[in-house]
């Protein structure tokens, strides 16, 4: 199963994601992460590169600009607020059977739907992002 996850600048969030992911559930599927904004080629947060290995995972990564071969590749479309995925949605809307937040996937509707932006944060704000995604990352199986 391709994933894809967004945020806003594909340096902290959707990257964190994406590298959790390729950890929990390399033999189930494949994840990639984009940004509504991002500029292209930056570096991950030194932050979220330094929370994921302290968690042994390694990342190498550089921030891509979501595109329309982004969307056609992702089996399931996972989004870090609910501004991403309405943006989304407007933009794609042949896309919307598989456009979700990430917490809504794992949660199902009426929960709140955002993961805290931890940019700019300190390490401890990194570290509560990543036990937050990580926890909803286990839990995305659960409705396959």
């Known amino acids: 199963m391709n994933v894809l996850f967004v945020c806003t600048g594909n340096t902290c969030r959707s990257p ?6 390729n950890n929990i559930w390399s033999g189930k599927g494949e994840a ?3 940004g ?21 995972i390694d990342i190498n990564h550089q921030s891509k600009q979501l595109t329309k071969e982004n969307v056609k590749w992702a089996y399931l479309i996972l989004t870090m607020t609910a501004s991403h995925k309405n943006m ?4 794609y809307p042949e896309a919307a059977d598989k456009i979700y937040t990430l917490k809504e996937y794992v ?20 570290r509560s992002t990543f036990m937050e995604l990580k926890e909803l990352i286990n839990r995305i199986f659960e409705n396959e």
Do not use: C, R, W
């Open 88 to 91: 989304l949605l407007n933009i």
């Open 107 to 126: 949660n199902g509707p009426g929960y709140d739907s955002d993961v805290l932006d931890p940019y700019g944060g300190d390490i401890n704000i990194y």
């Open 36 to 56: 509504m904004f991002a500029s292209a080629g930056d570096n991950a947060a030194h932050n979220a590169i330094q929370v994921l290995k302290e968690n042994g």
């Open 16 to 21: 964190m994601a994406e590298a959790i992911f």
């Open 32 to 34: 990639k992460s984009v």
